[in-house]
């Protein structure tokens, strides 16, 4: 499912990422996304062709606002 994304946004805490999985790391992104039980960490949304990977509300607003 990622490996078709266009971009990938990871929040942990107020750290936010964006992936490009075109050219980063399938191994970095894969670390970033996944929690410790090996599933995709929540909450995880697709718009588009774009993800978004925990919660970090300024994320959410500057990825999904017009």
Do not use: C, H
Not at 42 to 57: E, K, M, Y
């Amino acid at each position: 499912m990622l490996a078709k994304a266009e971009q990938i946004y990871t929040a942990r805490g107020k750290k936010v990422r964006r992936w490009d999985p075109k050219t980063d790391s399938k191994d970095d992104i894969l670390r970033d996304v996944l929690g410790r039980s090996g599933t995709l960490r929540a909450p995880t949304l697709q718009v588009g062709q774009t993800f978004l990977v925990g919660f970090n509300q300024e994320m959410f607003e500057r990825v999904l606002t017009p």
